[in-house]
């Protein structure tokens, strides 16, 4: 079920337009974004953010790469339902996940993240506000600020919020895609937002550790659940096949990386050839493949 933004009211008082919304569960909305680099262009839209409802109030998942996007995905609630907005959740540190958060300080929601992300937010605040404008310009990127968590999951201790009718169980990750990847668990619905611990698509963009995402590729394969929602592809995806790309690439790539260290081959050339059987499957493959690549060198070279 699509809601588009001319269904949903929009917050007249500052003329924002909604985010279209697409209803994947009862109560599960997404937005996809699409599969680009941040430009004037897109606005900044390149990721899965979105929502779930429950009978006493609303949690955010993930609220996109900056404030006028956050306030467009609060638009978008605010048509679909009047309960509170009580909870944010970002999935990880990146800035198309988190720096919409500033458009809910006004709702007064509990911020929740990975116990390490509020260090990781701080290590790049700089970085990453200076990027938003030199990216999109000074209008959708003002009033960005980095707001962390309130509230921490840490690795081994899931925690569980009550929407009413419905739990949603966060759990916290080792170091994969990044080193604070947090998932969440619609229990009623079985939806498993993944954020960008799963890439469906778009190439996967290694910020952790090669060898811990696939560990954490494996793992996730055990869960019961009816669908997942990816950080960047489809809205939803079928489980456990939504794993499986992502998973084949990092396994290409660090079998193409071993084999060249096996040889003593150089960093350059990893960066040149390893995964580069996987071109053709993947979205932006130039533009990550060899970032991808270095990384999981550098990993890889002390095993």
Same mark, same amino acid.
Request: no cysteine.
């Given at each position: 079920?699509?809601?588009?933004?001319?269904?949903?009211?929009? @917050?007249?008082?500052?003329?924002?337009? /909604? #985010?279209?919304?697409?209803?994947?569960? /009862? *109560?599960?909305?997404?937005?996809? &974004?699409?599969?680009?680099?941040?430009? /004037?262009?897109?606005?900044?839209? %390149?990721?899965?953010? =979105?929502?779930?409802?429950?009978?006493?109030?609303?949690?955010?998942?993930?609220?996109? @790469?900056? /404030?006028?996007?956050?306030?467009?995905?609060?638009?978008?609630?605010?048509?679909?339902? @009047? $309960?509170?907005?009580?909870?944010?959740?970002?999935?990880?540190?990146?800035?198309?996940?988190?720096?919409?958060?500033?458009?809910?300080? *006004?709702?007064?929601?509990?911020?929740?993240?990975?116990?390490?992300?509020?260090?990781?937010?701080?290590?790049?605040?700089? !970085?990453?506000?200076?990027?938003?404008?030199?990216?999109?310009?000074?209008?959708?990127?003002?009033?960005?600020?980095? %707001?962390?968590?309130?509230?921490?999951?840490? %690795?081994?201790?899931?925690?569980?919020?009550?929407? *009413?009718?419905?739990?949603?169980?966060?759990?916290?990750?080792?170091? +994969?895609?990044?080193?604070?990847?947090?998932?969440?668990? @619609?229990?009623?619905?079985?939806? #498993?937002?993944?954020?960008?611990?799963?890439?469906?698509?778009?190439?996967?963009? #290694?910020? &952790?550790? $090669?060898?811990?995402?696939?560990?954490?590729?494996?793992? #996730?394969?055990?869960?019961?659940?009816?669908?997942?929602?990816?950080?960047?592809?489809?809205?939803?995806?079928?489980?456990?096949?939504?794993? !499986?790309?992502?998973?084949?690439?990092?396994?290409?790539?660090?079998?193409?990386?071993? +084999?060249?260290?096996?040889?003593? =081959?150089?960093?350059?050339?990893?960066?040149?050839?390893?995964?580069?059987?996987?071109?053709?499957?993947?979205?932006? !493959?130039?533009?990550?493949?060899?970032?991808? +690549?270095?990384?999981?060198?550098?990993?890889?070279?002390?095993?």
């Amino acid at each position: 079920m699509l809601v588009s933004p001319s269904g949903v009211k929009a @917050d007249t008082s500052q003329s924002v337009t /909604p #985010l279209s919304m697409e209803m994947v569960a /009862p *109560g599960v909305y997404v937005h996809v &974004g699409v599969h680009e680099d941040p430009s /004037p262009g897109n606005q900044g839209d %390149i990721s899965n953010i =979105g929502f779930v409802i429950g009978t006493s109030g609303v949690a955010v998942i993930d609220s996109g @790469d900056n /404030p006028a996007l956050g306030h467009r995905l609060r638009a978008a609630i605010q048509g679909v339902t @009047d $309960l509170p907005i009580l909870y944010v959740i970002n999935t990880h540190m990146h800035p198309d996940h988190v720096l919409g958060n500033v458009a809910f300080r *006004g709702d007064d929601p509990e911020y929740i993240g990975h116990a390490r992300l509020a260090a990781a937010l701080a290590d790049r605040e700089s !970085f990453y506000l200076n990027a938003l404008k030199s990216q999109l310009g000074a209008t959708p990127a003002a009033g960005a600020e980095i %707001i962390p968590p309130t509230r921490i999951v840490d %690795i081994g201790a899931p925690v569980e919020i009550d929407l *009413g009718g419905r739990v949603l169980v966060l759990t916290a990750y080792p170091t +994969a895609h990044t080193d604070n990847d947090l998932t969440v668990l @619609d229990q009623l619905t079985g939806t #498993l937002w993944a954020g960008d611990l799963i890439f469906i698509e778009r190439i996967p963009s #290694l910020d &952790g550790s $090669l060898l811990g995402w696939i560990k954490v590729l494996h793992g #996730l394969r055990t869960l019961k659940v009816a669908r997942v929602i990816p950080g960047h592809g489809p809205a939803s995806a079928d489980w456990p096949q939504a794993t !499986f790309a992502a998973t084949r690439y990092l396994e290409t790539l660090a079998g193409d990386i071993r +084999a060249i260290l096996d040889r003593n =081959g150089s960093l350059k050339e990893a960066a040149l050839s390893a995964g580069q059987g996987e071109k053709e499957n993947w979205v932006l !493959f130039e533009e990550y493949n060899g970032g991808n +690549a270095t990384a999981g060198y550098v990993e890889l070279e002390w095993e």
